[in-house]
């Protein structure tokens, strides 16, 4: 059974940087697909990013692009998503979740709706406050 940990959260400053990671274990995350989600108190979980292991395509929110970037090391079998030019509002827990891939598509793609995703992380606090 695969398993994820996330790893790298804490508070920063606005404008600031941190770099989350999303360790695998149980499982090679080989043709899996995995993404980065987040929740702040009173909202709904939002995805961030996905990343396509086995061709490292990617996707991101519009909000997020061009400040975060996701990116996995395969020896490792971990994921990071790199966060830039923190704001207050990006202030949430933040979550790693992985998609199993199947027989149909064999990779499985990308998405950025949190249902679509079976294996999910404990989650890791951001906040961003000066």
């Known amino acids: 059974q695969l398993q994820l940990v996330e790893s790298g959260g804490g508070l920063v400053q606005p404008g600031g940087s941190l770099r989350l990671s999303c360790a695998a274990s149980?499982?090679?995350?080989?043709?899996?697909?995995v993404g980065w989600f987040r929740q702040a108190p009173g909202k709904e979980r939002e995805g961030v990013s996905c990343i396509s292991i086995s061709d490292g395509s990617t996707v991101y929110a519009d909000s997020m692009k061009g400040r975060f970037t996701i990116s996995r090391d395969n020896a490792k079998n971990t994921v990071y998503l790199q966060m830039n030019s923190l704001k207050s509002e990006d202030t949430a827990v933040y979550y790693c979740?992985?998609?199993?891939?199947?027989?149909?598509?064999?990779?499985?793609?990308?998405?950025?709706?949190?249902?679509?995703?079976?294996?999910w992380g404990q989650g890791t606090q951001v906040t961003v406050s000066s």
């Open positions: 979740a992985a998609r199993a891939p199947d027989f149909t598509r064999v990779q499985a793609m990308c998405d950025m709706t949190p249902s679509e995703y079976e294996y």
């Open positions: 149980g499982d090679t995350l080989d043709y899996f697909a």
